[in-house]
């Protein structure tokens, strides 16, 4: 009844979106108002960052039961968003109930819809698994046609999304499945893998690829840390997450502030989502090279955080949640015609010249591929140039671009890295942001 009483409330008000280029001098303004629900602040945030849009700065307020967000945007160059036709679809898209994004699954494994077959994996990271793994789907007969895999605290997880090489199509046949999912699993486990590897038959439905990917690796357990996997590393590049008690109001304030990137937001919103927290206020600033968030926030049941135990799971998965896609290494991007077994062949020639790839997006679009991986040697430092030219050669130096020109190599360290692509193991505050002007 109660939920039938919410739809007939938000029917009755349904979202307001204003788009304003003059309320700010270096970025467009986009004010949303809507009656408020659990999970509305990440569907907005995830609309703006799939539509690949920065988000500058960001003014949160849901108290009661109404939500008004405003955020300040720009696009990949940095210029405001003056496109009608982008403009449109951010305020279409947002003002319809399409928008909303489904409820997070708990399942995790091989899942079909029309146009191709979903395979979600997670397991332990070990020298050359993605090879095998592209190995084993091109041997199926599964043509990848995009995929996107995450590395963190000695941990892997992809989304890969395949076809059937004879018809195009996804992938329906159950025993076919089924020997893929018995394949992948035997590849997927480690000799000392105290966390099995993961995979299950989910039923069809929506998914949003990087929103699952943090699910994955959340229910993985990679925000507990592994000492294998912090060896070597610059404890000071870390982002600084704090909880503290906001008794007189009754909530738990947190603040993190981290090395600015693009989707930040988005990652920190869709992790307290999915642990069932809501965001009551909030501000986000982001300078030159730093980025300030600050929360308001307290669980679904209204309760703020009462134990130590629940606010060191909140900074360690808070942190995981930043790091998880935080570009490490040299930016490689290959553009060519697809092919079937494309990746497969990619990833051999990196595993043969002892590249580690730390994180991979894998696209294709009109029968063009394009990739892009994150790459440092086997110790996770800088990969030597001349590998790198050697690599290019073999590919095709116009078919394999370098993104980044910082090829110059570091003084080696002793350092465990993430070996998914390897193939050997050596040894501000609320006053400093500007509100978009009222309408009423």
């Not at 898209?93 to 995790?108: K, Y």
């Not at 300078?287 to 955080?305: C, F, K, N, S």
């Not at 430092?381 to 370098?402: A, M």
């Amino acid at each position: 009844m109660d939920d039938e009483y919410a739809k007939l409330i938000r029917r009755m008000n349904p979202p307001r979106v204003v788009i304003d280029n003059d309320a700010s001098e270096e970025a467009t303004v986009i004010q949303v108002d809507s009656v408020n629900k659990h999970g509305i602040l990440l569907e907005v945030v995830q609309v703006l960052t799939d539509m690949n849009l920065v988000i500058t700065k960001a003014y949160i307020s849901s108290d009661g039961g109404w939500f008004m967000d405003v955020f300040n945007v720009v696009d990949g160059d940095g210029n405001k968003i003056r496109d009608k036709g982008v403009i449109n679809y951010i305020t279409k898209t947002l003002e319809s109930d399409a928008s909303f994004v489904p409820p997070m699954r708990g399942t995790v494994g091989v899942m079909p819809s029309e146009d191709h077959t979903s395979i979600e994996l997670s397991g332990t990271d070990r020298p050359g698994l993605l090879s095998e793994v592209c190995a084993v789907l091109a041997d199926l007969h599964c043509n990848v046609v995009n995929a996107e895999i995450w590395t963190h605290n000695a941990r892997a997880a992809a989304v890969v999304h395949v076809t059937d090489d004879s018809t195009g199509c996804a992938i329906e046949d159950p025993n076919q499945l089924s020997k893929i999912k018995e394949l992948l699993c035997n590849v997927l486990k480690g000799n000392n893998d105290l966390k099995t590897a993961k995979m299950t038959l989910s039923p069809p439905g929506f998914t949003h690829r990087e929103r699952r990917l943090h699910q994955i690796m959340f229910a993985d357990r990679d925000y507990q840390r592994v000492e294998r996997a912090e060896l070597g590393k610059d404890k000071s590049s870390r982002p600084h997450v704090t909880v503290l008690d906001c008794i007189e109001k009754d909530y738990t304030v947190i603040t993190m502030r981290s090395k600015d990137r693009p989707k930040l937001l988005f990652d920190t919103v869709c992790t307290l989502t999915d642990m069932q927290y809501v965001v009551f206020h909030g501000v986000v600033h982001t300078g030159r090279m730093e980025a300030y968030q600050e929360y308001y926030i307290r669980h679904v049941d209204g309760l703020p955080m009462s134990s130590d135990a629940e606010r060191e799971r909140v900074i360690e998965c808070l942190e995981a949640a930043i790091e998880r896609r935080a570009s490490e290494g040299l930016e490689l991007e290959l553009r060519t015609e697809d092919r079937f077994g494309l990746l497969s062949d990619i990833t051999r020639v990196f595993r043969e010249n002892s590249l580690c790839i730390k994180r991979a997006e894998i696209s294709t679009e009109g029968g063009k591929a394009k990739d892009t991986f994150y790459v440092t040697d086997v110790t996770g430092n800088p990969v030597n140039p001349q590998i790198i030219d050697s690599i290019r050669q073999q590919i095709g130096h116009s078919i394999l671009q370098v993104k980044n020109s910082n090829l110059s190599p570091k003084a080696p360290q002793e350092t465990t890295m993430s070996f998914l692509f390897g193939n050997i193991f050596k040894c501000r505050t609320l006053q400093n942001f500007k509100l978009i002007r009222s309408y009423s």
